[in-house]
C-alpha cells in the first residue's frame, strides 16, 4: 500500500489526535481495518484488551516509541538524515522496548504526529517533518515487570535490565529520593516513605509499617506506578515560564537551528552535535503521557478501582495529559463505564448529588466517553474499535465474553448434575 506524505492542514495542537496504523507487525497482521489507511486514533485514554501474545503490548509499545522518538526530533537529539539511515527505527529506536525482531518484509507502519510523520514501508523509514506547532509530553513506560523494582531494594545493582524497566528505574530512584513526606496511595488508607540513609521503602498503615519488599504483590506493583506517575506530574507542574533552567520548545528550537548552522558550516559528527546540545537548558515537559502495562497487577477488585481513579485523576489535572492501559481485568472496563456516566450526570442539567456521587465515583475521575478508546486484539491480528452505546463502552467484548461464558459452563455444570 502506497501512503502519501504530502503536507496536511495543521489542526490545533493535540483537539487532532495522534494515529497509528501497524500492519504485519509481530502478532499484528491486518491491523485496525475500519479505516482506509488503517490508522487508529490514539485518545485521551486509550485501551487495549485481549487475549495472551495478541499484541497489546506491542502496540503500546510502538505507540511510546513513536511518541518519544517525535520530542526527541524537536529537541535534536538526532538528525532526521542519521535515523532514516541503516534502519536505526528498527535496530536502535525500537531495540528500546525489545521489538526490534517483530518487523518483517511486509511490516508497515504508519504514525501520524502532531509535529512529524513516520512511516515504515518496504524495509525504510521515512520522516515527514509539517513544521507545526508542538508540545512536548512527559513520556513514561511503565512495564508489567515494575514489581521487581520493590522486591529488591537494590534493583539498579542487576545486570541486563530491559532497557524500558531500567529507565523506570532511574525515574523510580529519583521519585523516591525527592520524598519530603509520605506519599498516600490510592488503596487502603495506606501510605509509601523513603528512608534516604538506608535505602529502604516503607509501607505503612495505621497500626503497622513494613518494607516494600516484604509487602503484598499488589503493593509491590501499585508503589512504583504510583510514585512515578505523582512525582512526573509535580515535576511538570514546578515547570514554569520563570524556571531558568528551563525553555519552551520554541526558545529550544531557535537554539537548536543556531547549533545547526555552525554544524553546517564543519564537518562534524553525531557525537560531536549531541554534545553541543546539551549545553542548551533543558526543554519544559508540557503535559504527561502515560503507557501503563496492566494497572490493576496483582490488586483486589476493589483496589482495582482505587487506581484507575487514581489514574483518571490526571486527565483533569491535566487538559492535555494522556494515558494508554493494557488490561485483562473486566473490572477496569466497569469502572471506566461507571467514569463515564458519572461524567454524564456531572453534566445533566440541575443535577444536585455531587456529594452522593463522589462516593461512588470521585469527582476528579468523571471523564467523558469521547475521551476514552476501547480497542480489542484479536488472535488472527486484527485490532477492533468497540464502539460507545449511549454514551458508555460497550459492554459486548472479549473479557465480558469470557465472565458470561464461565456462567454459562456453570449452567451446563448444573444441567449435568
Not at 200 to 210: F, P
Not at 222 to 249: C, F, G, M
Amino acid at each position: 500500500m502506497q501512503i502519501s506524505l504530502s503536507p496536511e492542514k495543521n489542526d490545533c495542537i493535540l483537539e487532532k489526535m495522534n494515529q497509528i496504523s501497524i500492519k504485519n507487525f509481530g502478532p499484528v497482521r491486518k491491523g485496525y481495518t475500519d479505516d482506509a489507511e488503517g490508522l487508529l486514533n490514539i485518545n485521551r485514554v486509550t485501551l487495549f484488551i485481549g487475549n495472551q501474545a495478541s499484541g497489546k503490548s506491542t502496540v503500546a509499545k510502538l505507540i511510546s516509541t513513536c511518541t518519544w522518538l517525535e520530542k526527541a526530533l524537536v529537541r535534536g537529539d538526532f538528525s532526521i538524515k542519521w535515523l532514516c539511515q541503516y534502519n536505526r527505527f528498527q535496530h536502535n529506536l525500537c531495540k528500546f522496548q525489545n521489538i526490534q525482531d517483530y518487523f518483517n518484509e511486509n511490516t508497515y507502519l504508519l504514525y501520524k504526529g502532531m509535529r512529524y510523520d513516520f512511516l515504515y514501508e518496504h524495509g525504510k523509514f521515512n520522516v515527514k517533518d509539517k513544521g507545526t506547532p508542538f508540545l512536548m509530553p512527559q513520556v513514561m513506560y511503565i512495564p508489567a515487570e515494575r514489581n521487581l523494582l520493590s522486591v529488591i531494594e537494590e534493583a539498579d545493582r542487576i545486570r541486563n535490565l530491559p532497557q524500558s524497566l531500567f529507565t523506570l528505574l532511574e525515574v523510580y530512584n529519583q521519585a523516591r529520593r525527592s520524598l519530603t513526606k509520605s506519599l498516600e496511595l490510592p488503596v487502603g488508607g495506606l501510605s509509601l516513605s523513603y528512608d534516604k540513609l538506608n535505602h529502604i521503602t516503607w509501607i505503612s498503615g495505621k497500626d503497622y509499617k513494613v518494607r516494600l519488599a516484604a509487602a503484598s504483590s499488589g503493593l509491590q506493583s501499585l508503589a512504583p506506578l504510583t510514585l512515578v506517575i505523582h512525582y512526573l506530574w509535580q515535576r511538570i507542574q514546578q515547570n514554569t515560564d520563570t524556571e531558568k533552567s528551563q525553555v519552551s520548545v520554541r526558545e529550544y528550537e531557535r537554539l537548536n537551528k543556531e547549533i545547526e548552522h555552525i554544524l553546517a558550516q564543519k564537518n562534524v559528527t553525531e557525537e560531536v552535535r549531541a554534545a553541543l546540545l546539551k549545553q542548551i537548558p533543558n526543554i519544559r515537559n508540557e503535559y504527561l503521557f502515560g503507557i501503563v502495562e496492566e494497572p490493576e497487577e496483582n490488586l483486589f477488585p476493589e483496589s482495582q478501582k482505587s487506581v484507575l481513579y487514581d489514574l483518571l485523576s490526571f486527565i483533569k489535572k491535566g487538559d492535555k495529559n494522556q494515558f494508554i492501559f493494557t488490561t485483562h481485568s473486566p473490572y477496569m472496563l466497569s469502572y471506566i463505564t461507571l467514569a463515564e456516566k458519572a461524567y454524564m450526570l456531572l453534566r445533566t442539567a440541575g443535577f444536585t448529588k455531587q456529594e452522593e456521587l463522589n462516593k461512588v465515583v470521585p469527582l476528579g475521575a468523571a471523564i467523558d466517553s469521547a475521551d476514552v478508546s476501547l480497542y480489542q486484539l484479536t488472535d488472527d491480528g486484527r485490532i477492533e474499535l468497540l464502539p460507545n452505546v449511549n454514551g458508555l463502552l460497550e459492554d459486548n467484548n472479549y473479557l465480558n465474553k469470557l465472565m458470561s461464558q464461565t456462567n454459562e459452563d456453570f449452567g451446563t455444570l448444573l444441567d449435568l448434575e
